[in-house]
C-alpha cells in the first residue's frame, strides 16, 4: 500500500529547505527531510511498536485528557531521567542521528506526538521553560497524514499569523528566540486524515 502520495515532494528531487523571514524566529523548514521509503518505514514502525498512552492536562482550572497520544525517551544519565523508563530504540537512535547531522547539534530527549484523526489537535501554546530553559530548540520532524502546523505572534497583532504544511518525511527547526516570542497549534480539522506523528527532540537540562 502507497502512504501519503498527497504531494509531489518525494519526486521532485528538491528537499524544499526554507528558511522563514520573520521577525523574533528563527525558523527552518525542510520537507523530503527523510526519503519517501524512509518515512513510511519509520511511520509503520513508530505507529505500531511504540507504547503510546494518554496524559492528562489542565486547562482553565480543569483536568482533562488531552487530544493526542505520547511516549517519551530521554538520555538515562539526564539528571532527574527515569532509570526505569524505556529504552531509545534502534528507530529512534537513527532519526535523532539524523537530526543531529543537520542540526550540528546534540539531542538527549525526544517527545512523540500521535494525532490519530482530525478530532487530535493541540491548542496555542508556548513549550514550558522548565527542563528546556527559556528559549529551547527544538527539532520536529513528521511521519504521516500533512497536518497544518500554525505559528502566531505574541505581542504584534500586525503580523499575520503564519502556516505551514508538515508532510510526511519533514523537518522542522525552532530556534532563536520563537517560544519567547511566537505561540504555535496544530489545530484540529473535520476533514477526514490518517494518523499522523510527530517527534520533537529537545535538550533537557534539568537543575540539580
Do not use: C
Amino acid at each position: 500500500m502507497a502512504l501519503f502520495n498527497d504531494t509531489e515532494l518525494f519526486f521532485s528531487g528538491n528537499r524544499g529547505k526554507k528558511i522563514f523571514d520573520l521577525p523574533d524566529t528563527e525558523l527552518l523548514l525542510i520537507d523530503n527531510f527523510f526519503t519517501k521509503e524512509e518515512s513510511d518505514f519509520y511511520y509503520t514502525t513508530l505507529l505500531h511498536q511504540t507504547k503510546w498512552r494518554e496524559y492528562e492536562m489542565e486547562i482553565y482550572d480543569k483536568v482533562v485528557t488531552a487530544p493526542r497520544m505520547i511516549a517519551w525517551y530521554e538520555d538515562k544519565e539526564n539528571v532527574g531521567a527515569d532509570v526505569n523508563g524505556p529504552d531509545w530504540t534502534p528507530e529512534l537512535l537513527a532519526i535523532r542521528k539524523r537530526v543531529e547531522s543537520e542540526t550540528q547539534l546534540n539531542f538527549n530527549s525526544v517527545l512523540l506526538n500521535l494525532y490519530r484523526n482530525g478530532k487530535d489537535g493541540v491548542s496555542w501554546h508556548s513549550d514550558r521553560e522548565g527542563n528546556s530553559g527559556k528559549d529551547p530548540i527544538i527539532a520536529s520532524v513528521t511521519f504521516g497524514a500533512t497536518r497544518m502546523f500554525r505559528l502566531r505572534h505574541k505581542f504584534r497583532t500586525d503580523i499575520p499569523q503564519v502556516e505551514i504544511p508538515l508532510h510526511h518525511g519533514s523537518f522542522l527547526l525552532m530556534a532563536g528566540t520563537t517560544n519567547s516570542f511566537w505561540q504555535h497549534q496544530i489545530p484540529k480539522t473535520t476533514k477526514e486524515v490518517l494518523p499522523r506523528i510527530n517527534l520533537t527532540f529537545r535538550q533537557v537540562n534539568r537543575k540539580t
